[in-house]
């Protein structure tokens, strides 16, 4: 497995498929784990952060999920590949920064990876398509009980798994999932609805997580407690609140779609003409646009529009996905450009 050879396919998070995939896009659920008698990465010294490169190594060889995996250290990774493993949602923004004693794991599919030495000595994360938490968390804890036959995890009888952040000392886990919230925003009850998950001890992010911005109404929504409580009541939990969400959505797309259906219809049209038309277009502009065109496949208005297509738009519009489909650097004019054209060839 190479980094290229995913080029031109969509990850399986991507595939639009899945419980209410309309309006959930994707579930994630990551575990962090440290190394016990080994500082925690920022603490760490260069032969301590290599002996952790060494033994997660060591440790994926050995574990059945991970087989046919690719391990990459970091700085043997090219900037723009590090770019495009951001945008396909395979490691954190802070994992590309200060490449020197990382690495990432990734199988086939996409679905699992593994980040090591970031925050933590490792980030095992599980990304799939739809509304799918249990599933998610059942696949990452099955790694987990794998890697810890061949690691010996820093743990504590009375505060559980011992992490570089406070906030994540317990079960060390995050569950999020990638909301598309477009009609609860047009109906201006999306404040509301953000105001509410912040009293629940709910935090929500932008398409990137954590200090990045929510485009194209996509919301990242993920579980902050992770102290005091076993896992399963945690996913439970945060399901029960992630269903009223999805059904806070589902409702507003109804009403919208009874009572303004002509606004609605007009703005889906017009974001859809903009796109089969456009020669130049930044990647915030089409995201936005994106969002509209995908709310139109859901709820009919786009009947001939395939979701499939539409994701396909999303990733390879990617600044650098451009740049790897032209196999070049592209100056910010030039990607502005490509886009447009790649846009309008999948639309056609």
């Known amino acids: 497995m190479k980094i290229d050879g995913n080029l031109n396919k969509i990850g399986e998070w991507l595939k639009g498929t899945g419980p209410n995939s309309d309006i959930a896009i994707s579930t994630r659920v990551r575990l962090a784990r440290n190394i016990d008698k080994i500082p925690f990465t920022h603490w760490a010294n260069k032969k301590q952060r290599e002996q952790v490169l060494s033994l997660v190594k060591g440790a994926a060889e050995n574990s059945n999920l991970l087989k046919g995996s690719l391990y990459m250290r970091m700085s043997d990774v090219s900037e723009l590949n590090r770019q495009f493993l951001i945008e396909r949602h395979l490691m954190s923004i802070e994992h590309a920064q200060d490449p020197g004693y990382k690495a990432l794991v990734i199988e086939p599919r996409e679905i699992i990876n593994v980040m090591v030495n970031e925050e933590d000595h490792l980030r095992i994360q599980v990304i799939q398509s739809g509304f799918n938490l249990t599933d998610s968390w059942r696949l990452v804890d099955k790694l987990d009980m794998e890697l810890n036959q061949t690691l010996s995890y820093a743990h504590s009888i009375k505060w559980g798994y011992l992490t570089a952040c406070p906030t994540n000392t317990g079960t060390g886990m995050r569950a999020s999932l990638m909301l598309h919230l477009p009609a609860l925003a047009m109906t201006k009850q999306i404040n509301k609805v953000l105001q509410a998950l912040a009293k629940l001890n709910v935090a929500v992010r932008g398409i990137y997580g954590e200090g990045t911005e929510a485009l194209g109404n996509f919301f990242q929504i993920s579980n902050q407690v992770t102290l005091g409580r076993p896992e399963e009541y945690i996913i439970g939990d945060f399901e029960r609140v992630m269903h009223q969400v999805i059904g806070r959505e589902a409702q507003a797309r109804k009403y919208l779609l009874m009572k ?15 796109l089969k038309s456009a020669r130049i277009i930044t990647s915030s502009e089409t995201i936005n646009l994106m ?8 709820i009919g ?4 529009v395939n979701i499939k297509t539409i994701n396909e738009i999303y990733i390879m519009t990617q ?7 032209e196999g070049k650097i592209l100056t910010a004019d030039q990607r502005d450009m ?5 846009i309008r060839a999948k639309l056609k």
Do not use: C
């Open 260 to 274: 303004e259906k002509a606004q609605l219809s007009d703005k889906i049209l017009r974001a859809y003409g903009t």
């Open 291 to 298: 969002s509209s065109i995908r709310l139109g496949v859901h």
């Open 301 to 304: 208005i786009l009947p001939d």
């Open 319 to 325: 600044p650098a996905h451009l740049q790897k489909l």
């Open 338 to 342: 490509k886009r447009a054209d790649l």
